[in-house]
């Protein structure tokens, strides 16, 4: 059995009972502590009032601690909240709080509908600082990749947004779409699920969490394999052909759009599953009905639904989103060649809703932009 991980907030009950077996505690003490750290969100040693002292001295002293702290917290007037989050090393990274409507529907990047009384929160969460895959309209990877996040900053970043949601909102879903790519920080990204999934702790069902990616088919297939399908997959699409998809994101060089609909089609979803794609609408570049019949024609009878999504501006790229009439064609279109579509609408525009505005700010950016826009 390999040996727990260094990172505290990263370990499974076993892992705990491993390493308080070796500190001499009783074998109940291992689920304390992990219901402590994930149930109720608590890394505070000294906050553990049902353990000795001196086992709270040693987990202190074995670097248990919050991982993150938060740095800035904005509002948007639409109820959206960035939390911009600082991490040991004095990097940043970013987590939105989306609340919704009284359905999923009006916003919808997966989960389940609400209890009666509540509003529904999604967290959009990060995996990575910065992003290594280049897409040339998001603001998370302009400036490269930074580092990996541990599976505890990942983890952190929903118990700390479970504690700040509006007072009647509800942490309901968590979408795995913030900077970052998550199949390219694989380990950390399946260790912090597996602990997300606990009853015992986070308590999130499959069905309420969401992870997106450009496109690393070796690393679709093993998530299928090690989540059997359970995980809600979505994929970073945008464009519908090759040659342009290549343009606007690099990582279709190495895995085309041929063997990334092969890879969707055997993810094993679960019965009334689909998978989500998501089409980013770029002004006068992927935005024409032509656009949307090769869309259509490329998912075939992929079961999936198509999110689209009309750019969120970033400072000092020209790229932007289209006028509504455009979006709303769009999706028409779509609709009438049987793909099932839904408007993502933006929120937080007011501050700077778009990844890695805000952590990434004072960074030397990558500005990947060639492509024929139209005014």
Known sequence: MPPPPPDPVARLPEEWADVLR??????????????????????????????????????????????LTVAARHRSED??????LALPDGRTIESVLIPQGSSGAEDPIGGDEPEPGTRPVTQCISTQVGCAMGCVFCASGMAGLKRHLTAGEILAQVTLGRDLVDEGDRLRNIVLMGMGEPLHNYDAVARALRLMFRADGLGFGTRRVTLSTSGLIPEIDKLGEDFEGKVNLAISLHVPDDARRSELMPINRRYPLADLMEALRRYPLPPRRRITIEYTLVKGYNDTLADADALARLLGKLRAKVNLIPMNPVPDNPLGPPPW???????DRLWERGVSTFVRRRKGDDIAAACGQLALAGETKKIRVALPVTS
Do not use: C
């Open 79 to 84: 109820g959206t909240q960035k939390l911009l």
């Open 325 to 331: 009439s455009v979006v709303e064609a769009f999706h």
């Open 22 to 67: 070796e500190w001499g505690q009783p074998a109940f003490r291992a689920k304390q502590v992990f219901q402590w750290i994930h149930g109720r969100g608590v890394l505070d040693p000294e906050a553990m009032t049902n353990l000795p002292k001196a086992l709270r001295a040693r987990l202190a002293e074995e670097g248990l601690a919050p991982p």
